[in-house]
């Protein structure tokens, strides 16, 4: 698996928030859709899931937040630097886990996680080519196929 890296940090364009990942993520999606394409003005989003616990942001300042409606008809909350503008990460609204999904361009350096697999490419741009070995799917993937033992074992810890 790739992408097991404790105590990553990243920030804003501006510099003016600042954060540093207190674990392992969870797992790193390569997200195509739409609305991530829309948001990031790009090809696909970088998602590293994970415990809002282990975000932790700089004292001076924190994200502002807007609400999107997700394709899915549920929530989805945007934290951006108001700023800069840049978006930092995302809260799906029924997501399991109490989690955030941080977009990994903005780490100090983005080259330290690889997706763990790639989702929504039915809409992902023809001229994109995924990792032949890189698990892909076309919407979403079963959770027991693609999670690592550990990030279940932490899943399941925090529903209890
Ligand atoms: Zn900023
Ligand atoms: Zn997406």
């Not at 940090?9 to 993520?25: E, S």
């Not at 196929?145 to 932490?154: G, L």
Request: charge should be positive; proline fraction near 6%; include cysteine.
């Amino acid at each position: 698996m790739s992408g097991k890296t404790t105590n990553l940090t990243g920030g804003c364009a501006c510099g003016r928030i600042r954060y540093k990942l207190k674990n392992d993520p969870l797992i790193v999606h390569a997200c195509h859709c739409r609305d991530c394409q829309r948001i990031t003005g790009s090809a696909f989003v970088i998602n590293i899931w994970i415990e809002k616990q282990f975000v932790e942001t700089s004292s001076k300042a924190a994200p502002t937040s807007f609400r999107l409606a997700g394709g899915t008809g549920q929530g989805h909350e945007v934290y951006f630097c108001d700023r800069c503008g840049t978006y930092l990460w995302s809260d799906y609204h029924g997501a399991p886990n109490d989690a955030y999904f941080v977009r990994a361009g903005t780490l100090d350096k983005p080259e330290s996680v690889t997706p763990d697999v790639h989702i929504f490419t039915r809409s992902k741009l023809p001229w994109v080519q995924l990792p032949k070995d890189a698990p892909a799917f076309k919407t979403f993937y079963p959770f027991p196929k693609i999670w690592s033992a550990e990030s279940k074992a932490r899943l399941i810890r925090k529903a209890r």
